[in-house]
């Protein structure tokens, strides 16, 4: 290889002594540029040095490409073809010079890689786990399932008997007026109300921003600053009281999140593209879900029922007629409304007659089950739609499933998964609203014995009165456990309606309230031994608990508030289910009621809490929302050992999950309790059961619509006439003490 020449004087001294110094050791070895580099004798940077600087002086013409060695000059040409053909990549740029920062990159790039742009991708089927999705970025607005409320007034978030200080924004005692929950708004939003005296808008420190007395019309929200509002109305507009978004006033709601029955029909999904690998863990936040992409089946917390008959939706003593296809009056029967389906596909439920239709609801055709079996048969290629009859017995239990198996009965619809638990809370007392001890609950409650059971069953030995004054003297006994209050007149104008409240004077090691349970008896006055029962347990929890651990746990663990006989004129006067008036009081509340004629078995009288007693089980509830169950404790009359102890449960209901575990605990240990303590045979199936039935206009499911789980539970009015009523007393306690146990087991393993 030739020596390369050193460059003349016309470049400046410090380019021209740095080429030479170059040049001088590409001479001294004799080799090429190439070979330098490749033994390391020419560094990357040296080299890179050298084409920049020879290129620069050719550009700017203080060295002609002919004053080069050929060597050199090809080393030129190399870089020149390449970028002229555009292929230089990043590879060939000197990163030693300087790493890349964000001059390089484009905004719209910057922005994806801060996660502020989107980027043009659509997710994997199945690719977007859990673990992909940040915690609380699903809302109910994200749901196909859950319908949203357009009232900003949540029903069970108001406050009675109070208004609002325009001045401070706290509240002050009205013998007129209610007032919302606070709800979110923001400045200059428009929003319409209904029956309101005024609305109250509060920064997010809920300082007052402003107020306006228009009501009925559209207005927009004042203050700057504003976050919240609040709804003031007449007391007498609770139930009409609304405010919503926009300038259209909208049909009036309750202001809950409700569960959705067209969840059926999901969207499609898209083409794959983005895999599960390529999204980090809690990338996918709330704004990046669309609205109504998540079904229950993308969900760990929703349950959806096989079940395929809406109990709600029964048209009783209706059937179709098998020619038509037209309703029919049937004395016995009840009809479903229509049930969507499958063409061409198998079925099986618990029904007398099956009707099919069209997608128009056209009538095809009509076939009964002559049985009491299970039946199983398949709809048309052009089936639609099912209208099913059933026998009035079978109310509360109706079943259709797709298939040919009959599946154990659940009620239709959905419903939260109660097995879905917030992990740890049971070792975080301060997760829950009030206090369990953690003291060993007992695993069975076993009747005192040495108790005389001995209040008489027949009116004319035992008068209201007369069980009012026991009651009246164990209160006294211990009036650090018990008090009193009388809550008003029946409506005969005769009786006291008396509330007992039942707690220890304070909780030990914690300032939370104990756990609450609230209940009645003798809704039905004619119901004793469910009364009798409940004065024989806290009898025996006042006198007997330091004899028995049970006893002692639920003495000073739990709070209770209870009605010792919901209606006293069916007490004394052998009525059965009515009061004076004749009105069964457990079909005389809002929920589900219905117009019947007086005279009926269920009357439920003119008007939803048209009855004295009513309204203080109203009372009752409404002034204990904090309790963890509400229950309605009843005795029938049945003598089949399997209706001993009885839990009807209304479908669809909040706490199922907890009441059915509670419930069928009570039941089995019962069983065999029954046959250890008092003789009785023991029956594998137990001496009781659980069922599901519609919802009724009773108190459980007033209760139930106020966010207080509960249910009707019964015992038993005899066990065998031989042994007598106290034996039947000594066991209705054992099972109402043991049932009240197992609901506390319930919520402390939960929580």
């Not at 007392?429 to 108790?451: G, M």
């Not at 619509?705 to 039947?728: A, C, R, V």
Request: proline letters at 3%; charged letters at 25%; one cysteine or more.
């Amino acid at each position: 290889m030739a020596n390369l020449k050193h460059v003349d004087s016309v470049v400046d001294r410090e380019f021209r002594n740095r080429i030479n110094q170059l040049i001088d050791s590409v001479n001294a070895q004799g080799k090429s540029i190439q070979d330098l580099v490749a033994e390391g004798q020419l560094t990357e940077e040296q080299y890179s040095d050298l084409i920049t600087t020879v290129n620069g002086m050719l550009k700017s013409g203080q060295v002609d490409k002919y004053d080069l060695t050929s060597e050199l000059r090809s080393e030129v040409d190399k870089v020149k073809n390449k970028i002229d053909k555009g292929e230089v990549t990043v590879y060939d740029i000197n990163k030693n010079k300087g790493l890349f920062d964000q001059t390089y990159l484009t905004e719209e790039l910057l922005q994806q890689i801060a996660g502020t742009a989107s980027i043009n991708a659509v997710p994997e089927d199945g690719s977007i786990t859990r673990k992909k999705i940040a915690s609380k970025a699903i809302s109910p607005n994200e749901t196909s399932f859950i319908k949203t409320p357009n009232n900003l007034i949540a029903k069970e978030g108001i406050t009675d008997g109070v208004r609002i200080n325009t001045e401070t924004g706290a509240l002050e005692t009205s013998d007129t007026s209610s007032v919302s929950d606070f709800f979110e708004v923001t400045y200059l939003e428009e929003i319409i109300s209904k029956d309101l005296t005024r609305c109250v808008f509060y920064d997010e420190n809920y300082g007052v921003t402003g107020s306006n007395i228009k009501t009925d019309e559209p207005i927009n929200v004042m203050g700057r600053t504003t976050k919240y509002a609040r709804a003031q109305f007449l007391s007498e507009n609770r139930n009409t009281a609304q405010v919503n978004r926009g300038s259209t006033l909208l049909d009036y709601d309750e202001g809950f999140y409700k569960f959705e029955d067209a969840y059926y029909f999901e969207r499609p999904l898209k083409e794959k593209s983005v895999t599960s690998a390529m999204l980090s863990d809690n990338s996918v936040t709330e704004e990046k879900v669309d609205d109504g992409a998540i079904t229950p089946s993308k969900t760990n917390f929703i349950k959806v029922s096989k079940n395929l008959i809406d109990g709600d939706a029964i048209t009783y003593k209706k059937t179709i007629d098998s020619s038509t296809g037209e309703v029919v009056d049937a004395i016995y029967s009840d009809l479903t409304d229509f049930i969507l389906v499958k063409s061409g596909t198998q079925y099986t439920g618990i029904v007398n007659r099956v009707s099919e239709y069209n997608e128009n609801k056209v009538f095809i055709r009509s076939y009964g089950n002559l049985t009491d079996e299970s039946f199983t048969f398949k709809t048309t290629p052009d089936t639609k739609y099912l209208r099913l009859s059933f026998h009035e017995d079978v109310r509360g239990q109706q079943q259709l499933y797709e298939g040919t198996e009959l599946l154990p009965y659940e009620p239709y619809g959905m419903m939260l998964n109660e097995e879905i638990k917030v992990p740890n809370a049971s070792e975080n007392q301060n997760e829950k609203p009030y206090y369990i001890s953690a003291e060993a609950i007992p695993d069975y409650f076993n009747s005192i014995s040495d108790i005389d059971y001995d209040i008489s069953y027949q009116r004319n030995k035992t008068s209201y009165a007369d069980f009012v004054s026991k009651w009246d003297a164990l209160i006294k006994s211990d009036s650090s456990y018990f008090s009193k209050t009388v809550m008003g007149k029946d409506e005969s104008g005769t009786y006291d309606v008396i509330k007992v409240s039942a707690s220890p004077d304070r909780v030990l090691g914690s300032k939370k309230p104990l756990i609450k349970i609230i209940f009645i008896t003798g809704i039905h006055g004619g119901e004793k031994s469910s009364m009798f029962s409940v004065y024989y347990l806290f009898k025996s929890i006042s006198e007997k608990w330091k004899e028995n651990e049970a006893l002692e746990y639920l003495r000073w663990n739990v709070h209770f508030e209870f009605i010792i006989c919901a209606s006293p004129w069916g007490f004394d006067n052998g009525s059965g289910r009515h009061n004076v008036n004749g009105v069964d009081i457990n079909r005389n509340f809002e929920e589900a009621w219905v117009e019947s004629t007086e005279g009926d078995k269920d009357y439920g009288g003119t008007e939803p809490f048209s009855e004295a007693e009513t309204r203080h089980i109203k009372e009752l509830i409404d002034n204990n929302k904090d309790a963890v169950y509400y229950g309605d404790y009843h005795n029938h009359y049945s003598q089949d050992q399997h209706h001993w102890m009885w839990i009807p449960l209304t479908k669809n209901q909040i706490g199922t999950d907890k009441i059915l575990r509670w419930g069928e605990t009570t039941i089995r240990k019962c069983t065999l309790g029954f046959h250890k303590n008092f003789g009785f045979p023991y029956k594998n199936e137990g001496s009781g059961h659980i069922s599901f039935r519609s919802e009724k206009s009773t108190s459980s499911s007033y209760a139930l619509n106020n966010g207080i789980p509960g249910s009707t539970f019964e015992s038993f009015h005899l066990l065998d006439i031989s042994t007598g009523y106290p034996q039947t007393l000594q066991a209705c306690t054992e099972f109402v003490g043991n049932y009240f146990l197992n609901i506390i087991k319930v919520y402390r393993d939960d929580y």
